[in-house]
């Protein structure tokens, strides 16, 4: 286990995947200078779309924002909280922790994650059902 630091930022690697200006996620940690390991790489299955096409041609290296460590911090908590261990002010994770690897795929697909139609994805009605818009469902909801 690598123990880290606040001064060891966590960031994220965006690499071009495909031409139509995907770019996959991964989380670098740097590793201080004087250990062997270089930088810690983290693949995720998570996929960006890039708003630039250039950007999605060479890589790039984002820090995370509040947001990403908030919510990793949150679902660390949680985790701990399940396992009946309790929290305390410092936060020691195994980064080779699969529950935590698991944790960091959920941060990057809230921060980057592409969201793809359903279709193909659900099975289509039948017609016995009512068609419902979405402001009729909102008034059932309320």
Request: proline fraction near 4%; charged fraction near 20%.
């Given at each position: 286990?690598?123990?880290?630091?606040?001064?060891?930022?966590?960031?994220?690697?965006?690499?071009?995947?495909?031409?139509?200006?995907?770019?996959?996620?991964?989380?670098?940690v740097p590793c201080p200078p004087e250990t062997e390991v270089k930088d810690l790489t983290i693949e995720t299955s998570v996929l960006s779309l890039s708003s630039d096409s250039s950007r999605s041609e060479k890589e790039e290296t984002l820090e995370w924002n509040q947001e990403d460590i908030s919510l990793f911090l949150k679902l660390v908590n949680q985790r701990q909280l399940a396992n009946n261990q309790l929290i305390s002010d410092t936060v020691r994770i195994d980064l080779t922790d699969p529950a935590i690897i698991e944790i960091i795929h959920i941060v990057a697909a809230a921060g980057f994650g592409v969201a793809f139609t359903s279709?193909?994805?659900?099975?289509?009605?039948?017609?016995?059902?009512?068609?419902?818009?979405?402001?009729?469902?909102?008034r059932l909801l309320h």
């Amino acid at each position: 286990m690598i123990e880290l630091t606040a001064d060891i930022p966590f960031l994220w690697r965006l690499s071009a995947e495909s031409s139509e200006g995907y770019c996959s996620v991964a989380m670098v940690v740097p590793c201080p200078p004087e250990t062997e390991v270089k930088d810690l790489t983290i693949e995720t299955s998570v996929l960006s779309l890039s708003s630039d096409s250039s950007r999605s041609e060479k890589e790039e290296t984002l820090e995370w924002n509040q947001e990403d460590i908030s919510l990793f911090l949150k679902l660390v908590n949680q985790r701990q909280l399940a396992n009946n261990q309790l929290i305390s002010d410092t936060v020691r994770i195994d980064l080779t922790d699969p529950a935590i690897i698991e944790i960091i795929h959920i941060v990057a697909a809230a921060g980057f994650g592409v969201a793809f139609t359903s279709y193909g994805l659900l099975k289509e009605s039948n017609s016995l059902y009512p068609a419902f818009t979405a402001a009729k469902l909102v008034r059932l909801l309320h």
